[in-house]
């Protein structure tokens, strides 16, 4: 089970994808405390690189993702988190997923409509 956080300052690329859809909802990173933690709640936990904490995806808004399958990548240095999103979306800017746009004509398109106010879950 263990994983090689010894490369991008102790930090894993981990890929967030719905496992009944096979959505990709998001992407973040774990760092060993957060992979640990994942492993013994069953929710997912990332290292927050901007707040610089462990933060337990959900602990604000209650969308919280129920892991319910791992997978790594041959150098297991990467993971993909299968997930049961408990909410309406993942995404902080009222999203079910933080893949929302599309390059279209060299231009980003919003190709995704919002399944929350982010207004009134982040208050």
């Known amino acids: 089970m263990n994983l090689d956080f010894t490369k991008l300052d102790g930090l894993v690329p981990t890929i967030i994808q719905d496992v009944d859809s096979g959505d990709v909802l998001m992407v973040a990173f774990m760092n ?3 992979w640990r933690l994942t492993l013994e709640t069953g929710f997912a936990t990332f290292w927050s690189r901007s707040r610089k904490k462990l933060w337990l995806k959900g602990e604000s ?8 399958e791992i997978l790594t990548d041959c150098d297991q240095d990467a993971v993909v988190l299968k997930v049961q999103a408990q909410g309406l ?35």
Not at 61 to 68: E, N, T, Y
Not at 94 to 117: P, Y
């Open 32 to 34: 060993d405390d957060a």
């Open 61 to 68: 808004s209650g969308h919280r993702l129920i892991v319910k």
């Open 89 to 123: 979306g993942v995404c902080h800017l009222g999203f079910k997923s933080c893949f929302s746009k599309t390059l279209t004509n060299a231009e980003w398109v919003l190709t995704a409509t919002q399944t929350f106010d982010p207004k009134e879950v982040y208050r």
